[in-house]
């Protein structure tokens, strides 16, 4: 089956940053430098997978579940400190 991604602005919208399936979800992580950003979930011809937000640029927001919906809209993100990020997909 296709590898659900993370893709975005931070990856120039590719195919590399694979998520990890683990028991309840998916997971990835990843070195971003401060700044905003543009994301959504999908699969590398956006056909398999691509989900995104609810509505017109939600910001994803530190530890806070949102609801992700088939063909979305992009997530906005607001980085203020450069580090590793996780981001989780929770299929509960």
Do not use: C, H
């Not at 994803?60 to 993100?77: C, E, F």
Request: glycine fraction near 12%.
């Amino acid at each position: 089956s296709d590898p659900l991604l993370l893709r975005g602005s931070m990856n120039d919208w590719g195919t590399m940053q694979v998520m990890t399936a683990t028991d309840g979800g998916f997971v990835t992580e990843v070195m971003l430098a401060a700044g905003d950003y543009e994301f959504k979930l999908g699969s590398a011809d956006w056909r398999t997978a691509d989900l995104g937000a609810d509505g017109l640029l939600p910001v994803a927001t530190d530890g806070k579940p949102m609801a992700l919906l088939p063909r979305g809209a992009n997530i906005s993100l607001k980085i203020t400190e450069a580090g590793k990020y996780r981001f989780v997909l929770s299929l509960d």
